[in-house]
């Protein structure tokens, strides 16, 4: 007999069966070498990458979606070849400051694999991390020099916030230092980018809400992605800095006060992987349902 | 008007490197007059017994020192 569902007494040809069926896809029978095939063919449950998983194990993350979300942004980023030029990525989910510290790419409670270090006043929830601009600042522990190249070298935010103020959302150094990386998403309506040089190049820019991607990808030039449209900045590097990125601000003169879920700093990014990267970001924070 | 907690200078000096949680660390600032502040934020999360006292600072207004030239 050939039951779609088998709960009887071991037909022959069942698509499911709980019986000791001879032909059963998927068996629950006496043991799984005994079976046709085993319990991990169930279609439509993907495996979990063990990059993400790593994650997910160091985080705590026990939500099944965001679980989910973490898996499919990992895949992604492999698949559209970024993942190997990241150093530091915090898709800041799980709501807490415990959950939101971790570095995606290494997720091991040191200053040596940027984990990150809250400063100040922040408020943490499933929308992401959210610093006071008074006080709050997050340190990355990750220093440029020695770590990225002087023409090669990227950075990004995702905000879900839409204020106007002079406070980067993620940087190094400020006042205009030859080695620093910042970017002020607006202030006036203009945000301003600076990677590895003194001089900041700007952008007009009205909303300081979604993806925003700082890239030196030669000596002469920023790519400027915000919200998806790329900017070609005229724009010549100088030096890397000893100082770490901080993120919500740069300690002790600016604090800014954008709700932060994602950020990521790397290595120099294509025109593409900057694409890339604006789509793979959107569905995540969509498949988190907090895309701006 | 955003509030924040007036600290005197043992106060600052107590609560410097310092969590208030099981990730976050204390960040004592200046204000425009050189008062030592921490954040209301700082204040409502601790979660450390021995900083206890810190939900009975006073709190003042927050007035920023202006940001330091140049920017950009």
């Known amino acids: ?292 | 008007m955003i509030q924040v907690g007036l600290l005197t200078l043992s106060q600052k000096e107590e609560l410097t490197g310092q969590l208030y949680d099981c990730d976050s660390y204390f960040n004592p600032i200046q204000d425009i007059n050189d008062n030592w502040i921490i954040s209301v934020e700082e204040i409502e999360q601790n979660e450390n017994q021995l900083l206890a006292w810190v939900k009975d600072l006073p709190l003042i207004p927050f007035e920023p020192k202006p940001s330091p030239e140049p920017i950009f």
Not at chain 1, 20 to 44: E, M, P, R, V, Y
């Open chain 1, 1 to 292: 007999m050939a039951n779609s569902n088998g709960w009887g007494d071991g037909a022959g040809n069942n698509a499911i069966g709980w019986g000791q069926a001879a032909n059963n896809a998927i068996s629950w029978g006496k043991s799984q070498i005994d079976s046709w095939a085993g319990l991990t063919d169930i279609t439509g449950i993907p495996s979990t990458d063990s990059d993400a998983q790593a994650f997910i194990t160091a985080a705590g993350i026990t939500d099944a979606t965001q679980q989910s979300a973490i898996n499919t942004l990992v895949i992604d980023l492999k698949g559209y070849s970024i993942w190997t030029k990241i150093k530091a990525l915090y898709p800041f989910v799980g709501g807490t400051s415990s959950t939101h510290k971790w570095n995606l790419k290494d997720p091991r409670d040191l200053d040596a694999a940027y984990r990150l270090v809250f400063n100040g006043g922040w408020t943490h929830s499933s929308g992401g991390a959210l610093p006071n601009g008074t006080n709050g600042y997050a340190d990355t522990k990750l220093v440029a020099s020695g770590t990225l190249s002087l023409n090669s070298t990227s950075f990004s935010v995702y905000s879900r916030t839409n204020t106007d103020l002079l406070a980067p959302s993620i940087g190094n150094v400020t006042g205009g230092a030859s080695s620093e990386a910042s970017l002020f998403l607006r202030y006036s309506n203009t945000s301003y980018v600076r990677v590895n040089g003194g001089t900041a190049s700007t952008q007009a820019n009205s909303d300081s809400r979604g993806l925003f991607i700082a890239n030196r990808a030669s000596s002469s030039q920023i790519l400027y992605q915000i919200r998806g449209t790329q900017y070609t900045l005229s724009n010549t590097s100088n030096s890397l800095s000893t100082n770490s990125f901080q993120l919500g601000g740069v300690n002790p003169n600016f604090f800014d006060n954008k709700q932060l879920a994602f950020a990521f700093i790397g290595d120099g990014l294509t025109s593409q992987n900057m694409t890339d990267l604006n789509t793979a970001v959107v569905a995540f924070e969509t498949a988190l349902s907090r895309n701006v």
